[in-house]
């Protein structure tokens, strides 16, 4: 007979846990009496959901299960087959564990009992000595009816938790941060098409949490609307309702250590209920929440790594591999409504077929990146969005950025794309080509509009022309805009009178009082680049949209 002693000087059972078999066995008040496990020593993990004290013959009509039943051997029968009925009620009822105390009647246990215990898959625990049994039952129910306790303050404090989030209209966001901080476990929610919308990791990456997750969200589809573990990594999951339709679910992904408990499901069903009131508070569909916080963490480099960023984008449904990558900034302008422009770009590249994200980068600015084909032209793309866009919002303003290769590069594109949008003023013409700017469309006069509030170049010019500029005021004069004509001409002075309106000998006077009030000559090529440059910024700085 293979005899095994229970682990000695474990801790009680976690707060809020019913404690197992091997919990009690550990007590010092069943530790006294030297317990041996006989049978089931892969089950000692059974809950104990109360003690039972019987010396009767049929004790499982007084159980409900999940009883330690206690006892001295005294009423069991003599006979084999009244040994293995007795055993047969206590399984068949449920009991977690049978302790026959070896003072009075036994002194090894009857071989029937443990055979019968073995083929049943009963624990069979024997105590070589003697045990004071009521004084067992009362530990263990104090400990039972104390983890009660505990588990009921914790889920209070899960209700009060939520209710606070709710009362502040908190987004999808912190409701399921709250989540995987209460449970200690990583939570996600998606959509019906298994895309993952929000993924807050506990233990893990977001790169573990979420590769391959179409494909294992699908593995794991629930049996009914209910909230219950499934799938192959058993996950808990809930549904998510809106408006008394399913449009989505939680799942809670395991870890290491104890199975799901009580409390985790409290967690994921009051996460649930706090989601189901934020959607009715926060009306943007939460697909285009889950783009803007990527888009954001991309254009922005705020990711943790670019393993758990390809990671999220796959999850959303972007192909993340052997593609190029393309940055667009809409800028939808004065009376524009970025909501309702989100929404027309989403429409267009559904209806192209373009794998895209789509968001609010900034309050008045959309980011959008496209994923194509290697060989895929992007201009086509592009011109659809740019027509879209301009369609709703005509004074919107669309800047493109350069294809990169990898996920992780698209901070340049979206730099890039930002740089163009900078550098465009309000009303400036479209390329004859296209309806969007890019990089190459950069010229000084848009360079210089770009760092318009940057003091350097404010100074720069001031430096250059103030006292032009002071000499016109003062004598009413319009020496600037003869310099202008004349810069505009390469220093071609008969050009130069022809678009003035000037004779030569008028425009030779004029070009020397500029000479000696800039104390410059305009000879010198580097000096009418200067004097260029200046009058250029001047422009700018004063809203001239002509040359």
Known sequence: MNQHPPTAGRDPAPAGRAPTLADVLALPVLAAGQPQVVTGLSQLDRPVRWVHITELTDPASFLKGGELVLTTGMPLPEDTAGVRRYVDELTEVGAAALVIELVRRYHRPPDALVQACRARGLPLVTLARDVNFLEVTQVVHALILG??????????????????????????????????????????????????????????????????????????????????????EGWLTTPVSYQGERWGRL????????????????????????????RLIHSTPWEHTAHRTVLRELAEQRHHSPEDVRARCAALGLP??????????????PGGEETEAETRLHRELRAAGIPALVGELSPGRLGVLLALRPAQPWRPVAERLSRAALALAPEAIIGVGSEVADLADTARSFREAARVIEATPPGQPLPADRSFHELPDIDLRRL???LREDTRIQDYTERRLSRLVDHDTRHGTDLLTTLGHYLDAAGNKTT????????????????????????????????????????????????????
């Open 251 to 278: 799942a809670m992904l395991p870890a290491d250590g104890p199975l799901f408990g009580p409390e985790h499901v409290t967690v994921l069903e009051r996460t649930a209920m706090a989601l189901t009131v934020a």
């Open 320 to 333: 993340t591999e052997a593609g190029v990558f393309l940055a667009i900034l809409v800028d939808p302008g």
């Open 147 to 232: 983890g009660q306790a505990e588990a009921m303050r914790r889920t209070q404090r899960i209700h009060e938790a939520f209710t606070a989030l709710t009362l502040r209209g908190a987004g999808p966001q912190d409701v399921v941060r709250a989540a995987a901080e209460m449970s200690g476990r990583t939570v996600v929610l998606e959509n019906l098409v298994h895309q993952a919308l929000i993924c807050e990791p506990s233990g893990s990456t977001v790169e573990e949490a979420l590769g391959q997750w179409e494909r294992r969200s699908r593995a794991a589809e629930p049996r009914g609307d209910r909230t219950e573990v499934g799938g192959p």
């Open 448 to 450: 210089l509009y770009a």
């Open 496 to 547: 130069a009178a022809r678009r003035g309106g000037l004779s030569r000998e008028t425009m030779y006077q004029r070009l020397r009082t500029i000479e000696r009030l800039l104390d410059t000559d305009l000879e010198s090529g580097d000096r009418r680049t200067e004097l260029h440059v200046a009058l250029t910024a001047l422009r700018v700085l004063r809203g001239d949209r002509g040359r």
